[in-house]
């Protein structure tokens, strides 16, 4: 993987405030390999392939309708390498030709085992059945974070972020506010908007940077993937009004509990905020065909 030569831009949200708020869109990164997923996989790729295997592949997990599932599809077709992604859910076993990220990740050259629920979150003995079957394999964890993830974060950071009081992420597994918190200025504060309810997220962040610059506030909504009215209302309202297309699973839930906190004086005066659009774009697709199905509203997005 080779760094980008493009500037990621910086958008500025106007608002009826004393208070700036950007957002740096990493989505535009990459066509396929979106947001943080890009440098995640940055190192992880790099020092694999630096040790110049015969038959390399890269194995992962996700879910569904997982961005980090379409961007190890995308990067293995680029590069020319096998690919294979373990599913949770075997009821998808039968109809995955109808979930829009799988059945790109299938064109990219994935290939996929499907696995239940509880086999799926006994991660360990996965990752050890795998890597004794696949003894050359790079096995990447589940949303692409571990420390060497956590490095390829302080790209998305340098001279055009050390002005802003605050840096905000979602946060799913972990991996971005780390490597964010890892690499901020010591004046910065750093806030996660947590997207999936889970209480050890905090430890796990701070066990990956050592920091303690950060905060993660709530930004659930329902649970992890799920997509309330609200949310959908915000993203096209946002959408209208900015012209920046949100996701519903992250940036979405991020975008909308920030600017609550802005409304209940949470900043003060004067204060300059920088959000990080981490990519997740794709999954709209599969998002929009639910809501179909279920005769609710879509959400708007420049995805073709």
Known sequence: MQLPTHEVPLTEIHLNRNIRLFIKREDQIHLEISGNK????????????????????????GGAFSNHIA???????????ATLGLIRG??????????????????????????NRQTFRDK???????????????IIPE?????VAVNGIQHMLGNATKSFNYLCTAVGTGGTIAGISSFAEENQKVLGFKVVKDSSLEAKVSELCGKENFELIDAADGGYGKITDGNIRFINSFYD??????????TGKMMRKLFELIEQ??????CTILAF?????????????MLKKNERPLIKTTVK
Do not use: C
């Open 241 to 250: 009004k900015y012209g920046v297309p949100l996701d519903p699973v992250y």
């Open 277 to 289: 659009h981490t990519g997740g774009l794709q999954g709209i697709k599969g998002a929009n065909e």
């Open 38 to 61: 890009f440098w995640k996989l940055f190192y992880n790729i790099n020092q694999y392939l630096a040790q110049e295997i015969e038959n390399p592949v890269l194995i992962t997990f």
């Open 124 to 138: 360990d003995s996965l990752t050890q059945n795998l890597q004794k079957e696949f003894r050359q394999a790079l």
């Open 265 to 270: 004086n949470f900043f003060a005066e004067g």
């Open 143 to 147: 949303g692409g974070t571990n420390q």
């Open 71 to 81: 961007a190890v599809a995308a990067l293995g077709r680029e590069l020319g390498i």
């Open 90 to 115: 075997e009821e998808l076993e039968q109809k995955w030709h109808e979930n829009e990220t799988l059945t790109k990740a299938s064109a990219d050259g994935m290939r996929f085992r499907f696995v």
